[in-house]
């Protein structure tokens, strides 16, 4: 089984930011491709930005130029930067992970526990 760890939410000031970490742990083959999702009160979950296994990088747009990801595949890990943070970024942050069990297994979503970000004055 595996477990999807995230830190370092919290609250910031407009225009501040924050570094969010996600780190997996468990017994698993692979994983794939890593990401940040967010949910706002009352709106779905949209995606923040993802990152392959070989660092290919996507971003939603609304966050572009604000945000970097990156992942440290030896740790297991995905961390996102946030710069120049908004009030419209106040969300559960969630870390998502495609996971293969063994060679051959089709890859299944695991999720994470979720980090709230407040970004307020």
């Known amino acids: 089984q595996v477990q999807l760890v995230e830190s370092g939410g919290g609250l910031v000031q407009p225009g501040g930011s924050l570094r969010l970490s996600c780190a997996a742990s468990?017994?698993?083959?692979?994983?794939?491709?890593m990401g940040w999702y967010r949910q706002a009160p009352g709106k779905g979950r949209d995606m923040v930005a993802t990152i392959t296994f070989g660092g290919s990088v996507n971003y939603a747009d609304s966050m572009k130029g604000r945000i970097t990801i990156s992942r440290d595949n030896a740790k297991n890990m995905i961390s996102l930067q946030m710069n120049s943070l908004k009030s419209e970024d106040t969300a559960v942050y969630y870390c998502?992970?495609?996971?293969?069990?063994?060679?051959?297994?089709?890859?299944?979503?695991?999720w994470g526990q979720g980090t709230q970000v407040t970004v307020s004055s």
């Open positions: 468990g017994s698993f083959f692979s994983l794939n491709t």
């Open positions: 998502n992970a495609e996971v293969r069990s063994h060679w051959g297994a089709p890859a299944y979503d695991v």
